[in-house]
C-alpha cells in the first residue's frame, strides 16, 4: 500500500533561519502529492502541491519539488518566522481508482520558530 | 463564508453515549471524506462519499455510520462510544478529480470520559 515517512520532529528553529522538512513517499503509478500546515487549535490548510514529476510546488515562500526518482517531496524555506510555527504534513492522493482521491498523510512535523 | 464547516467544535461525552458530527460544504465539491487525527496528530481517513454513494471504507468500527443526506452533507453518527474514540475528527471535501487537493473543515474534537 502507499505510504509517507517524513522526519519526526519537533524542528526548533530561529527567526530567519532556513527550514527544510524530509518527506519521502511509495506508492504505485503516479501520486499526486500535497504539503499541510496545521496551525495551533485549528483544521489543515493546503501549502502546495505539485502533481508528476519535477512539478514545483510554491506557497507563502515554501517550496518543495516532486522527485520520482528518489519518490521525495521535501519542503523547504529559506527564511522562516515565527508565524511558521505549525505542524506540518507531508501526503499523497492516488490519482483515482478504486482508492478515490483519499490522502495517505505522513506522521506530521511540528516546527517551532523561536524570535 | 466558511468553505466546509463542522458542528459541534468540541463534544464531550461519555462512554456508552451516542453522538453525531455534522459537515456540510459549500464548494460545489462531489467527494467528501472524513479523517481521524489521534493524540499523536496521526492522521487516517476513515471514510469517503462521492455523490451520496460510499466509496471508501477503510476497516472503521461498524459503530461509525456516515451519512450523506446530499453531496453538500455528510455526518458521522458514532454509537457506544469508546475511550478509544476520544480524537479530533476532520470532514474534507473534494473535485471528483484524480489528485485533486482536498479542502478540510476546523475539526471536532470528541473527549469519551
Known amino acids: 500500500g502507499n505510504s509517507v515517512t517524513q522526519m519526526e520532529g519537533p524542528v526548533t528553529l530561529s527567526e530567519e533561519a532556513f527550514l527544510t522538512i524530509n518527506c519521502t513517499y511509495t506508492?504505485?503509478?503516479?501520486?499526486?502529492l500535497f504539503w499541510y500546515v496545521q496551525y495551533p487549535g485549528e483544521g489543515l490548510q493546503l501549502l502546495l502541491k505539485?502533481?508528476?514529476?519535477?512539478d514545483k510546488g510554491s506557497n507563502k515562500g515554501f517550496e518543495a519539488t516532486y522527485r520520482k526518482e528518489t519518490t521525495s517531496f521535501h519542503l523547504e524555506k529559506g527564511s522562516v518566522q515565527v508565524s511558521d510555527s505549525a505542524v506540518y504534513f507531508c501526503?499523497?492522493?492516488?490519482?483515482?481508482?478504486?482508492?478515490?482521491?483519499?490522502?495517505?498523510f505522513g506522521g506530521g512535523t511540528r516546527v517551532l520558530v523561536k524570535p | 463564508d466558511t468553505a466546509v464547516s463542522q458542528t459541534p467544535k468540541y463534544l464531550v461525552t461519555q462512554m456508552g453515549n451516542d453522538k453525531s458530527i455534522k459537515c456540510e460544504q459549500n464548494?460545489?465539491?462531489?467527494?467528501m471524506y472524513w479523517y481521524k487525527q489521534d493524540s499523536k496528530k496521526f492522521l487516517k481517513i476513515m471514510f469517503s462519499?462521492?455523490?451520496?454513494?460510499?466509496?471508501i471504507n477503510e476497516t472503521v468500527p461498524n459503530r461509525f455510520s456516515p451519512k450523506s443526506p446530499d453531496k453538500a452533507h455528510l455526518n458521522l453518527h458514532i454509537n457506544s462510544l469508546e475511550l478509544g474514540d476520544s480524537a479530533v475528527y476532520f470532514c474534507?471535501?473534494?473535485?471528483?478529480?484524480?489528485?485533486?487537493?482536498?479542502?478540510f473543515g476546523p475539526g471536532t474534537r470528541l473527549t469519551v470520559t
Open positions: 474534507a471535501s473534494s473535485r471528483e478529480v484524480p489528485g485533486y487537493e482536498q479542502y
Open positions: 506508492a504505485t503509478g503516479y501520486p499526486s
Open positions: 505539485a502533481t508528476k514529476a519535477d
Open positions: 501526503a499523497l492522493s492516488d490519482r483515482g481508482g478504486a482508492a478515490g482521491n483519499k490522502l495517505t
Open positions: 464548494l460545489g465539491h462531489d467527494t
Open positions: 462519499y462521492n455523490n451520496k454513494e460510499l466509496i
